[in-house]
């Protein structure tokens, strides 16, 4: 069975709310990483993040890598919520690996929580353990 490499930003990540959908399809965890610095990040009320890429004023991102089964990927994705998708992601060091996006229109109007780096640092910023 051929794997694949996924960059997860959000509740996805190890014990957070959606992390056992990884697990279910038997995905690995590799390692933390960043992206490159051309992305910004959204909160969706709170709940999960949104990431894009932009042309300017982006920033690095934390997120995990996850070696993945390549026959579960379609499973995690039609579990992912609606405005999620998976795209390309360039990582700190050049590499460029499959990984959760989030749809343009999605973050129209919500919270950009670029500054933080991160979904956890964010919520942390609240005061808030984000869902597991």
């Avoid at 959204?42 to 026959?71: C, F, Q, Y």
């Avoid at 129209?108 to 964010?122: M, P, S």
């Amino acid at each position: 069975m051929e794997n694949v490499q996924l960059a997860v930003n959000g509740t996805l990540m190890q014990g957070l709310e959606l992390n056992g959908n990884l697990l279910a399809v038997g995905a690995v965890f590799v390692r933390e990483a960043l992206t490159e610095a051309s992305y910004r990040l959204w909160s969706i009320d709170d709940r999960h993040p949104a990431m894009i890429k932009v042309k300017t004023g982006g920033s690095a991102i934390a997120l995990e890598v996850w070696n993945v089964p390549s026959i579960g990927l379609g499973e995690i994705l039609w579990q992912e919520p609606p405005g999620l998708c998976i795209g390309k992601i360039r990582l700190a060091n050049g590499e460029i690996v499959l990984g959760v996006l989030g749809e343009p229109s999605l973050c129209e109007g919500k919270k950009d929580i670029t500054q933080w780096g991160g979904w956890r640092e964010y919520m942390n910023s609240l005061g808030t353990k984000p869902l597991t």
